[in-house]
């Protein structure tokens, strides 16, 4: 998957979601809920909380 598919898939676009594979912005909770749903996994298996 692209990053442009992804970003229409959650509704976002391809900078945010660049940003967001580059470290550089964290989505809010509802963007990474749909992010994880998009790839059929849980949250915790695509973002991971360092504190």
């Not at 598919?5 to 963007?31: C, F, H, N």
């Amino acid at each position: 998957m692209t990053q442009s598919e992804l970003a229409e898939a959650i509704g976002m676009t391809r900078q945010t979601v660049a940003a967001i594979e580059a470290g550089k912005y964290s989505p809010s909770l509802e963007a990474a809920f749909r992010i994880a749903q998009v790839f059929g996994v849980r949250l915790d298996e695509v973002f991971q909380w360092t504190g």
